[in-house]
């Protein structure tokens, strides 16, 4: 996971996970010389509790029974004794509590905390970020400079990058790979500085603190049993194994000398002299006597150790910030070492590898993407009815009450993000609650982007409701969502697509009628031509009243086209799909639906072929899986093999968080499937149809970027089968030359580094530790050929063989694994996982030893899966409504995308502050050949806001908090954006600009 450094000798970080050596056997051994030998040294003492929701039940009963309990207690005696220091972590649980108190609770909170002092919540995303550093600039009038991120299962190398942004200047981390925490032990590197690959300039501070949790009962040092005696924690009716005695006169010399030896080995695992020490753990601090229990009994101890001047300790409560401002303050930093990559996969004890929550609960992950990009769409047509209603001086009546309604949605959606949701790893009560908080996050990204888009397309004249839908629609928290039936009532219905990205979009777009006699009107009042697919009500039977109509649609960056259909007496220009089946007795197809079957391609063991202009994809003839590729203009000729097929591990040892299987995988399909073969004008698919599993790769003839790839959907039912303690995969087994196991994954889907299979299994012996989190993207490649697999949810990958790519689908997880939530996780959905497969051929011998980056083909591609186009429609007469709205009048400059713009308003007053934009030049590789047309320029900011000569823009931290010096010099209409560089910038009217500077931008 370290895959370059500065200081480490290399041969020895390649041999990390092999490591055995643990951290107590490493301090230990050094106890004799730390006593004799080490100079004076510091231990600030921090008193700290987190919110562990795996290990609770719903998100109100949290507030109810602990966060009111700890933050009360926090008010009350951090007045009492002024030398006791608190941190806390999760904004969201202490916006609920904050938002009960009165005025003078609140301003006693904002006495207690000092402006560098915060640490803010381990986020995966941006907005996350943005919405918590908000919120404490708005109510506390604190901004963070610190992470505190250290109970996550691995960490990102994105992480530093977005904190270094954002204006942190320290992190520090936990949970990282035993064996690599050894090795950094043995080099005194516990302590560096964490640098990007393909920059210098963004190199942020970070602690790793060096035992396996951040209990107090085993941060004291390298023995947890003697930590354990200093938990002076006594709530009646709790039972304990053991009460620890109070300190007194008498004990607490030996005490003191107990506890002195295990600092002093601490401190020994550091090239600096002073030494954090966590006096926390879950949940702890809800009881008001364990603030005094604590802090009497330490207070004592801490006294009689700084009696000792032949000791050299000095020990005192303090923040985070004391600790590293310490660090900083007393050591040369440039001596610590410098290291590039990431902290995954994360192992703990018995060399437990916590890759099986990759894909836990994969259902709720990919419900997550789904609320992700509707509300990230909401956010970006909800700015430009804003910045518009001023620019056609009407009123938009939703400005700050949609606002509001988001802010509750990205609340909801950036609870999920918690390292025991999104991971899956939580019980099944919890996991409900989760579900819920979706379901309400993803209906108000709804409800905000059909008003917004009904306000644009008016032109602000029509302040009434909207009465539009999705398309795709979600009934419940618990089922997939739905393609919901056009009924053409009345004459006639409008199909309104919306464009959230900043480049044109061409693609070919699905929709279920209730009709097949139709016309389709664009904009332009141009009559298109369409291609009918039929809808099967069951395997081997064609709906008689259900139609799938595909026609091509055509989008400006940011636009929205609208589509009117009306009912005809025949199909107006609509083209019948042809239908070929195998392994299949019957195909009952109704007379008045024109579908052209196909007797003479329906032979079982024929071969199955697709293809277009591009390329041509073959299929097993018995089965129905892809097993070849070839690309038909340019490339190889020849083709690459493509074996997929799908696997099952079963597992008596996994759990929730870990993946322990039995051995290799095994076919999962072992009955012959049915196979239907669907082909027109727009796209042909080969439909595979198992008991368990539904299986569709689709091929569309479009002449550009569309039209290069193969796109994979998989419907898998894991609940209304046998499927206990099985885990499911997509095994893709190709004829690419890599070198055996190594391949690539995104990390956030930001940047690309190597992974390569763990050298010491020859025979896919401990397969669990060569998985890897894929976000969005993995690939592998040898001399000239790239294949990519683009994903729209996250998973775990591996590549386990010289050519393989494996995808982990789902999971039945029968037993717990000691980990924190010992539920077994059976509460397994019909789950649907959609990938895009890319072939592309590079005009450079491809060699990326640490990291690398997508072609630009690939980069829009996988942008188009993960932001796809919002679909809706409505049956209201839209006379006096514009056709369409295209506030951008050329795409985004090559590689840039505009990854969020949001409405921001004061939490506290309810004004509306202004416009958050973040933005994000893409690095890709050049070698590639591109069917992108576009060129690199400077970004123009004026060609993306209305009226920019009556606006104030600003570039700053990405959480929108500080402005950047760069601001002074700011030219909208030439902003440089080096590769991979995200920049924000915030949007106010020029006649506010003094009073907002004070308010927002410090």
């Known amino acids: 996971s370290l895959l370059k450094t500065r200081d480490f000798q290399k041969a020895k970080l390649e041999n990390v996970g092999t490591s055995s050596i643990t951290i107590r056997t490493v301090a230990t051994t050094k106890k004799q010389d730390l006593l004799e030998c080490r100079s004076d040294f510091s231990a600030p003492y921090n008193t700290t509790t987190t919110l562990d929701l795996a290990e609770r039940t719903y998100f109100d009963d949290l507030i109810d029974g602990h966060v009111r309990n700890i933050l009360d207690g926090m008010v009350r005696k951090l007045v009492f004794y002024p030398e006791l220091t608190f941190i806390w972590a999760e904004i969201v649980f202490f916006s609920m509590w904050w938002n009960e108190q009165n005025k003078e609770i609140k301003q006693n909170v904002r006495d207690l905390v000092k402006q560098d002092e915060a640490s803010t919540s381990y986020t995966s995303v941006i907005d996350q970020q943005t919405e918590g550093h908000q919120w404490l600039l708005d109510n506390v009038g604190v901004t963070p400079s ?109 005490l003191s000398r107990l506890l002195y030896e295990q600092y002093r080995m601490k401190s020994s695992l550091f090239k600096h002299n002073t030494v954090l020490v966590p006096l926390g753990d879950d949940f702890r601090y809800d009881h008001m006597n364990e603030w005094d229990q604590q802090y009497v009994n330490y207070k004592k101890l801490m006294e009689y150790m700084n009696s000792k001047p032949e000791w050299k300790i000095h020990v005192k409560f303090g923040t985070l910030n004391d600790f590293l401002n310490t660090v900083h303050k007393h050591s040369d930093t440039s001596k610590f070492p410098i290291i590039s990559g990431d902290f995954f996969p994360y192992s703990d004890r018995k060399a437990g590898y916590w890759t099986g929550y990759f894909t836990t609960r994969v259902f709720d992950k990919t419900f997550s993407r789904d609320v992700e990009s509707r509300l990230r769409a909401a956010e970006i047509m909800h700015s430009f009815a804003s910045t518009y209603s001023k620019h056609w001086n009407r009123k938009y009546a939703g400005l700050v009450s949609l606002a509001r309604q988001l802010t509750s949605a990205r609340q909801n959606y950036g609870l999920f993000l918690h390292h025991d949701a999104i991971t899956g790893t939580e019980r099944q009560n919890v996991a409900m609650d989760y579900e819920q908080r979706l379901f309400s996050a993803y209906n108000i990204a709804g409800k905000v982007l059909t008003e917004a888009t009904h306000f644009v397309l008016s032109r602000g004249k029509n302040s009434g409701p909207s009465n539009m839908k999705f398309l795709t629609s979600r009934k419940d928290s618990i089922h997939l969502a739905q393609h919901n039936l056009v009924k053409l009532f009345e004459k006639e219905s409008t199909i309104v697509i919306y464009n959230p990205t900043g480049q044109f979009r061409s693609e070919f777009v699905g929709i279920t009628f209730d009709q097949y006699a139709i016309e389709i009107i664009d904009s332009k009042n141009r009559s298109l031509v369409y291609q009918l697919n039929p809808v099967f009500s069951n395997n081997e039977k064609v709906s008689k009243s259900l139609v799938e109509v595909w026609f091509l649609t055509e989008i400006a960056p940011f636009g929205v086209e609208t589509y009117t259909v009306r009912k005809t007496s025949r199909p107006h220009k609509g083209q019948w799909a042809s239908i070929s089946v195998r392994n299949m007795k019957n195909l009952v197809l109704p007379s008045k639906l024109k579908f052209k079957f196909k007797p003479e391609l329906s032979v079982d063991g024929m071969p199955i072929s697709i293809q277009n202009e591009h390329m041509a994809a073959y299929f097993n003839e018995n089965y129905g899986f892809l097993n070849r590729v070839k690309q038909l203009s340019g490339g190889d000729e020849t083709g690459i093999d493509i074996d997929l097929s799908f696997v099952q591990y079963t597992s008596s040892a996994s759990g929730a968080y870990t993946f322990v299987p039995d051995g290799p995988a095994i076919p999962f399909i072992s009955t012959v499937p049915n196979i239907r073969i669907i082909e027109g004008p727009y796209l042909s698919e080969v439909q595979v149809v198992c008991p368990t599993i539904y299986h569709r790769i689709k091929l569309y003839k479009h002449k550009g970027l569309v039209g290069t790839q193969l796109h994979i959907d998989n419907t898998l039912d894991m609940a209304s089968h046998d499927m206990a303690s099985r885990e499911v995969a997509m095994r893709l087994q190709t004829s690419i030359q890599n070198e055996k196991g190594t391949f690539f994954t995104d990390q956030n889907g930001f940047q690309y580094i190597r992974r390569k299979r763990h050298p010491s299994d020859k025979i896919r012996q401990h397969i669990e530790r060569n998985f890897y989190p894929l976000t969005t993207m993995a690939f592998m490649q040898d001399d000239l050929r790239r294949l990519t697999l683009h994903s729209a949810q996250p998973h775990g990958v591996a590549s386990l063989e010289s050519g393989w790519l494996e995808v982990m689908l789902d999971r039945h997880i029968f037993f717990g694994d000691g980990r924190g939530m010992d539920d077994p996780v059976i509460d397994n959905k019909i789950t649907e996982t959609s990938f895009i497969l890319q072939l592309e051929y590079s005009e450079k011998p491809l060699s990326d030893e640490y990291y690398s980056f997508p072609s630009l083909d690939s980069t829009v591609m996988n942008g188009f899966l993960n932001k796809p186009l919002q679909r809706m429609f409505t049956t209201m007469s839209l006379t006096g409504f514009g056709s369409n709205f295209q506030p ?32 994000h030049r893409h690095g890709f590789r050049c070698s590639f050949r591109s069917k992108s047309d576009c060129e690199y320029t400077n970004l123009n900011l004026e060609t993306l806001l209305p009226d920019t000569n009556n606006l104030d823009i600003k570039e700053t931290t990405i959480n929108f908090v500080q402005e950047k010096s760069s601001s002074r010099y700011l030219t909208l209409s030439s902003i440089e954006m080096k590769p991979m560089e995200i920049k924000a910038f915030f949007v106010q009217d020029t006649p506010l600009n003094k009073h907002l500077n004070k308010t927002i931008l410090h």
Request: hydrophobic letters at 35%; aromatic letters at 12%; glycine letters at 8%.
């Open 888 to 919: 951008v009048k050329s795409d985004l400059p090559c590689g840039i995308s505009l990854e969020s713009a949001k409405v921001l308003y004061n939490y506290v007053s309810g004004a509306v502050k202004g416009i958050g934009l973040i933005l």
């Open 146 to 254: 610190n992470s505190w991120s250290v109970d996550p299962f691995g960490h990102s190398g994105t992480m530093p990058y977005i904190w270094k942004l954002a204006g942190m200047k320290n992190m520090v981390i936990n949970r990282i790979h035993q064996g690599t925490k050894a090795q950094m032990i043995r080099e005194n590197g516990l302590d560096f500085y964490w640098r990007q690959f393909w920059t210098q300039d963004a190199d942020i501070f970070c602690h790793c603190m060096p035992y396996e949790v951040y209990s107090l009962k085993s941060n004291c040092g390298p023995d947890r049993k003697i930590c354990e005696r200093f938990d002076f924690q006594h709530v009646e009716g709790v039972f304990y194994e053991k009460i620890n005695p109070e300190i007194d006169n008498i004990n607490v010399v030996n």
